[in-house]
Structure formats: C-alpha cells, structure tokens
C-alpha cells in the first residue's frame, strides 16, 4: 500500500494506535482534528514558506470532518490533501505537493482494531531538508493529536 509512495523517499515514519472505529471514521477525526494552536504553527509556516518564495497554499481553512464525506477515490480531496489511492475498508494515502517537497500520509487499518499512520516526506530540492529540520519538531506533536482524534470515538 505505502510501497510506491515510500520509494526513495527522504524520510519515513510510522506511529500505531488502537481504536475501535471504522477507516473512515477514525480519516475523519484525524483530518478534522485542528485546535487553535495547529492553525498558528501553519500561520507560521506560511510566513516562513513565504520568506523561503516556496509554492505553498495558505493557511488551511479547516472544521469537524463526517466520515460520509471522507472519498477514498484518486482526486478526492480530504482537507488540504489530494487522495492518491485508498480502499474504504484498507487505507487512504493522501498527499501535498510543494516545490521545495512532497509529502504524504497514509492511514492504515490493521486487524486487531489499530491504525498505523505514516509520514512519507521525498525532498526535491535543498531547500526541503532544511524546511522539514525546521517543521520536524512540530510535526511530531501533530501527528501524536491527530492519532488521538482519530481513535476517539465520534460525537
């Protein structure tokens, strides 16, 4: 599932956790989970992208994600990500291009009611190590709030 997209990639990591939802359910907590503070640092991203003139989109407006609305289809947008191949029962790989990167994450349903969440980042030029170096710490934060917002059950 993850094998074309991890193909030569710059960086690769994979976080667990269990939770008794379905795929789409725990996509949707996951990709809807965005508190004040994860708006700021992608505040500060934008400042940063735009000091760097890297290509990049603007804050990202985000809001609660149904599940019904999650689409497993290659196009299908799932908040600032493009789908680039999922099953509704398997996984969802979503991905961003930037000039400076591409970076991907990828849902899994694994049995015994877990999920593996994976980061997959391939860096195209010079100026993507170091922008991730700068974002890497952060990311680690998010990744750890979004896994929890995805195994919480929903409301």
Not at 26 to 40: C, Q, T
Not at 84 to 94: C, I, K, Q
């Amino acid at each position: 599932m993850t094998e074309p997209f991890a193909d030569g990639a710059d960086y690769v990591e994979f976080k667990e956790i269990s939770s008794e939802n379905s795929l789409r359910e725990f996509v949707a907590g996951l990709f809807g989970w965005s508190p004040v503070w994860v708006k700021a640092l992608f505040g500060v991203r934008y400042v940063l992208a735009k000091a760097l003139r890297l290509d990049t989109a603007a804050v990202p407006r985000s809001g609660r994600l149904r599940p019904e609305d999650v689409g497993f289809e290659a196009g299908d947008r799932v908040a600032f990500f493009t789908v680039r191949a999922g099953d509704p029962e398997r996984y969802l790989v979503a991905g961003v291009d930037d000039s400076h990167l591409s970076g991907y994450l990828t849902v899994e349903a694994l049995p015994g009611a877990r999920f593996r969440l994976g980061t997959i980042v391939h860096f195209h030029n010079r100026v993507g190590p170091a922008y991730f170096a700068l974002i890497k710490p952060f990311h680690h934060l998010v990744i750890r709030g979004m896994l929890k917002a995805g195994a919480a059950r929903p409301a």
